[in-house]
């Protein structure tokens, strides 16, 4: 149904950046409010981002709010991450995932349907 492949992520020094990407295929890529996840080695996968369906609403969560930013081009069927300023802590593998269950941006893991393969960010101190 709807497939989603990120890229851009990669090793980077501390307070560099990056721009990761997803891109969609399959189903209207404008009818999903989309998400950024990440999960690092040994730990529980957490919210970083996401965007409502038009793009013009967004939530970010504390631990990088002020440094990343999500967006998206609906005319391209692609979800964007801008990471700034990295940290060490913020080595992880990034998933992008789209939901049709929700009208809002949305924290939770559980109201996507569909998820990436990942891309892998680290962050060298």
């Known amino acids: 149904q709807v497939q989603l492949v990120e890229s851009g992520g990669g090793l980077v020094q501390a307070g560099g950046s990056l721009r990761l990407s997803c891109a969609a295929s399959?189903?209207?890529?404008?009818?999903?409010?989309m998400g950024w996840f990440r999960q690092a080695p040994g730990k529980e996968r957490e919210f970083v981002a996401s965007?409502?369906?038009?793009?013009?609403?967004?939530a970010h969560a504390d631990s990088v709010k002020g440094r990343f930013t999500i967006s998206r081009n609906n005319a391209r069927s692609t979800l964007y991450l801008q990471v700034n300023s990295l940290k060490p802590e913020d080595t992880a593998v990034y998933y992008c995932?789209?939901?049709?269950?929700?009208?809002?941006?949305?924290?939770?893991?559980?109201?996507?349907?569909?998820w990436g393969q990942g891309t892998q960010v680290a962050v060298s101190s």
């Open positions: 995932a789209a939901s049709k269950k929700v009208a809002d941006p949305a924290a939770e893991d559980a109201v996507y349907d569909y």
């Open positions: 399959g189903g209207t890529f404008s009818m999903y409010v």
């Open positions: 965007i409502s369906r038009s793009g013009r609403g967004t």
